[in-house]
């Protein structure tokens, strides 16, 4: 009977630590849509929680941690829709650009809090060493190295390509968002003449 309601006890435990974390993500996601962010503070996201200062500390040391912890959940989310774009690419050129329409598409709703974009999506550098951004450069290079392998791309090196498409796409997405309203199509044309041209000279170059 002991060992059960400390069973219980345990697993309360535990779904308050996930309630709480997804707590201060949601207040996060918010504070930062309204006031940007440079201008959003820890107590701001504090009090968009029924969470006390002290309980935010036991999850996150500062905002950047917060930050780079939204970063990673999008990251997440996003690499079965960037899977998806690979399994139903026609060609490699299909598949640049259908990726990069969907991870435009993917940060304006992420951006979006009722109608209102946020304005600095990437204020400061987002870790790549977490596992789920490392998830979604694995998917990235592993794409590339399939289209080298079947000659559907030139033979560059594949880890240099991947950095390229994931930096390119970041910018370009970042300079999309500033636009009103941001044209997804335009932007993912954009990224993926860049590439294509890219590797032409990359390849004479090899």
């Given amino acids: 009977m002991t060992d059960t309601i400390a069973e219980l006890e345990l697993g309360k435990r535990e779904k308050t630590k996930v309630a709480n974390r997804l707590s201060i993500l949601a207040a996060a996601r918010k504070v930062f849509a309204e006031l940007g962010y440079e201008g959003a503070t820890v107590r701001d996201i504090i009090r968009g929680t029924d969470l006390a200062s002290g309980t935010f500390y036991n999850y996150f040391k500062s905002k950047e941690e917060v930050f780079d912890a939204l970063a990673d959940d999008g990251a997440r989310r996003f690499r079965p829709i960037l899977r998806m774009a690979r399994q139903n690419a026609r060609s490699f050129e299909d598949y640049l650009h259908s990726a990069f329409v969907a991870y ?27 596992p789920e951004m490392s998830a979604v450069y694995q998917e990235v290079r592993q794409s590339l190295e399939d289209a080298i392998a079947h000659g559907d791309a030139p033979r560059v090196d594949a880890d240099y390509l991947a950095c390229a498409c994931i930096g390119i796409a970041q910018e370009v997405g970042s300079a999309m968002l500033r636009r009103s309203p941001p044209d997804t199509d335009a932007a993912a044309d954009f990224a993926t003449g860049l590439i294509l041209k890219g590797l032409a000279g990359a390849a004479r170059q090899a």
């Fill in 104 to 130: 435009f598409h993917f940060i304006i709703q992420d951006n979006l809090l009722e109608g209102r974009p946020i304005n600095e999506r990437r204020p400061h550098v987002t870790r790549m060493d977490t």
